[in-house]
């Protein structure tokens, strides 16, 4: 007997199968339907799960997840599709997590057309998700390696066969969910380099500025181009008696690592969170429930679990980590409180982007390589990319789906790409939902999806290939569509993200700054100005966004308010600026500096403040930063006004690399002093120059572009004023670091 995913669908059925004249058909339809608590009158929720094996029948089989093609010809661990259906008595919602890298789109319209014949579910209301193991058979053509044809044919029916079967399990239950943050399983893997170490790209151009997988304390990295997403989301279900039926988690983290075939760390996470919840919850005679585990995946797209700012990999091994997070799921899940009953909906929205194509002449680069390879697979990273020149030239449009899901104040987004950590932390922070969890590689693949600005940095999933093609702009159309998605089902406008003011901005406020910039933006290109005298600030290109600021991992709350990471951004040949006007002889700048390079690494180390006319070659105005060889003692502050006056200051200890330090410059006429951490290094003079109002202010870099910071700033101020010596300790002693 049919089932209906909601109440307007069954009445429609109803009334078909009246107009056919047989009651008969309509009793059987109300009694079904009753049954599973839509028209009793009485709101049930109902969960049903179960995984399916999905391992390959036949071997060898192409596997994907590198950049040349492999196959493989044993199984390591058995691959699953594990399946999780929820109904409310109007609403179905069905979820697959599958063990594999990527999912083509053509493998996902047909396990939802199937599902839907076989289930009633429609394909808007069907969520399937790729774990992103590296260890599986092949699904979709990525770089060198193309789909496992015999497998794409026995996939869908395996994935249609798990779902029915959750369809079959459901039973009244109940749900309930938590978050917790994992911070030391996942860190950014995409550095950035030194402008003096950048890397050459397929096409023979030295444009990467940000590579994946740096190597541990690679000293020709600066630090980490991006934030990571360290919550990990906890969903269970049981029975009303209180049997476990499911757990569902999300995490952010890409793969660890097996050899094929292998379901990596998300199939070891399924088992023990498995023994974990069954041996609490055996009966008397020890006979464990039936109960399906589900790691999924986040949004990892520039995250790993290589903590590449240590000397070394601190995992002993895939079991080793899997075991770690289930034992953090298994925590979490204790604490979940239950909901008897909770609404559902679903919304789906489809979106056309363009991709990006390369010019004539590196396509006829590309058109004579591929001629030369006369069908086979490519067999170096040239010829990948070749390929790939050529299919996207065939191919330069796309049109996918983004869904979103909720489920009581909880939320599911879909995204067929491999997002970036930041990306997600957007969708999270303005959701308008409470708690929201990203699922990327879902319903699809369109590959990576770099933020605009880490376009600008180049490196490997900025590359143009089908797994990282879509335009420079993909990223804010799709966070922005999914937070449409996130307001249709939850019927509430998005949340505007907001930096909260801790003692430390609070006390800058009370100084009255003309210009405060906390440096929290999620994006680019406006700096706000949080002070309300509207003297906002732009980011150049050459600049990542939210990474951790000083205190970051402190609970002090000296920056932002309880609760919040404090965020900054990191500059990489990029600098911050806005108008000086209303700016005199006598004026105050404070900031923290975070420098990421070695002290002897070039002439000067970096600029961080600097007052002048943009471009002049000249550098004629005031500028303050980090002494290199050319004079002082490396690693000192340095003062400097320009190559005309010449005069130079140096004063301090040297600054230890990628360490936090609360400087001021306090410009009082000819004389200058500067403070590092509440006390004055410099004292002297210098002569100021009137460059008659055409003077700007730059943040991370030198007026002329000279030495600009390779490293971080946070919560820099203006002022038009002098601050005094308590004033700069106050505001130092504010921060509360060690």
Known sequence: MKTYATRREFLEGAAAVV???????????VETNAAEG????????????????????????VVNGSFLERTANRVSDRLHARCLVL????????????????????VVDEIKRRASEATGIPGSHILI????????????????????????????????????QAVKNLTPARIGWTTIDVPEGTNCRRWITRSDRMGTDPFGEKSVRAMMHPGYQN????????????SMSVIAVQTVAGKPIAVLANYSMHYYGASPLSADYYGAFAERIKQLVGAQNADAAGQQPEFVGIMSQGTSGDLHYHPYHEPKNCWNGLGHYADTMAQKAFAAYKTIDYRDWVPLAAAEKRLTLRRRLCDKDRLVWAEEIVERMDGRAPKNRPEVYAVEQVELHKDPVRTFGLLAFRIGSLALVAIPCEVFGVTGLKIKAQSPIETTVNFELANGYEGYIPPPEQHKLGGYTTWAARSAALEVNAEPKIVDAVLGLLEEVSGKPRRKHTDTHGPYAQAVLKSKPMAFWRMGELRGPVAHDCSGNEHHGRYEDGVAFYLEGPSAESSSGAFCGEGQVNRCPHFAGGRMKTSADGLGESYSVEGWV?????????????????????????AQGDHLGIAGTSGGEPGQLVFY????????????????????YHVVLVRDGKKVAVYLDGKVVISGEAQSVSLGGT???FVGGRNDGFAGLEGKLDEVALYDRLLTPDEVVAHFHAANLP
């Open 129 to 164: 998700s790729a774990t992103h193991t590296h260890s599986a058979p092949s699904l979709a053509m990525c770089l060198g390696s193309r789909p496992d044809e015999a497998y794409v044919k026995y996939l869908p029916g395996r994935v249609v066969e798990g779902i029915a």
């Open 594 to 618: 975070f420098s990421g390079l070695p002290n002897d690494a070039r002439a000067i180390t970096g600029y961080f403040f600097s007052r002048g006319a943009d471009g002049d070659q000249q």
């Open 219 to 230: 000293p020709n990295y600066v630090g980490p181009a991006g934030p990571t997403d360290p």
């Open 695 to 697: 003077e700007q202010w």
């Open 87 to 106: 109904d409310d008595g109007t609403t179905r919602l069905a979820i697959a997590v599958i063990d594999t890298c990527v999912l083509a789109q053509g």
């Open 38 to 61: 839509d028209l009793s009158g009485k709101k049930v929720f109902r969960a049903g799960a179960y995984a399916a094996d999905i391992t390959p029948e036949t071997l060898p089989v």
């Open 641 to 660: 006004n320009g190559n005309v006056l010449r005069e130079t200051l140096f004063g301090g200890p040297p600054l230890s690399p990628r360490t936090w």
């Open 19 to 29: 107009a056919g004249g047989s009651v008969a058909g309509v009793a059987r339809a």
